[in-house]
């Protein structure tokens, strides 16, 4: 039995704080990345991710073990996302300007290279599911299926938004490679 699966038998079992402390620790970096990278606001990230924990400790005992743990983490990681988007009635904006988002990505990562910022200026230009998918399967290693499981999105769905979103993150990195060479 692994570290991790011991941990959540103690948590479910036994309501060891603990143990869910661990898991916590274990898994609050890719959760609040995820949710950061969705959401672009690392205040708000820092809160969903919370609320992530909070929900997954309140709804421990649904946890029946049939998937993995941090599959489920990334589910509730997604409907906190989705709330907030309901709540707040509004779509995502779009990148407003180079030098904003370079200063924001210069405070929140450390050694980024000119290509990373692109790649997360394209990013935010894409819709919430495109990005969502892009990220659970490129970014965090989860299979398509696992994916759709994790955003209760048809299997289907799934794969088109990730050959959607990567045609756009094509087009939209050639034109700012060609913005670039034109300067």
Not at 42 to 47: E, T
Not at 145 to 159: F, R, T
Request: contains cysteine.
């Amino acid at each position: 039995m692994t570290t991790e699966s011991l941990l959540i038998l103690r948590a479910v079992a036994r309501r060891d704080d603990e143990a869910f402390s661990a898991l916590v620790r274990m898994h609050q970096a890719k959760i609040r990345a995820y949710l950061l990278r969705l959401c672009r606001d690392p205040d708000l990230a820092d809160d969903m991710a919370q609320e992530t924990f909070l929900t997954a400790f309140r709804k421990l005992q649904s946890f029946k073990g049939t998937g993995n743990f941090s599959g489920w983490l990334f589910s509730i990681a997604h409907n906190s996302f989705l709330q907030h988007l309901r709540k707040s009635k509004r779509r995502t904006e779009v990148t407003e300007q180079y030098g904003r988002q370079q200063e924001f990505h210069a405070d929140y990562y450390e050694d980024i290279s000119e290509e990373q910022i692109d790649l997360e200026q394209a990013l935010q230009q894409l819709n919430p599911d495109e990005t969502s998918t892009i990220t659970l399967c490129h970014s965090f290693g989860f299979s398509h299926q696992e994916a759709s499981d994790i955003l209760d999105m048809p299997l289907g769905s799934v794969k088109s938004n990730i050959s959607r979103g990567k045609t756009k993150l094509k087009q939209l990195l050639a034109t700012s490679k060609d913005l670039e060479e034109a300067s």
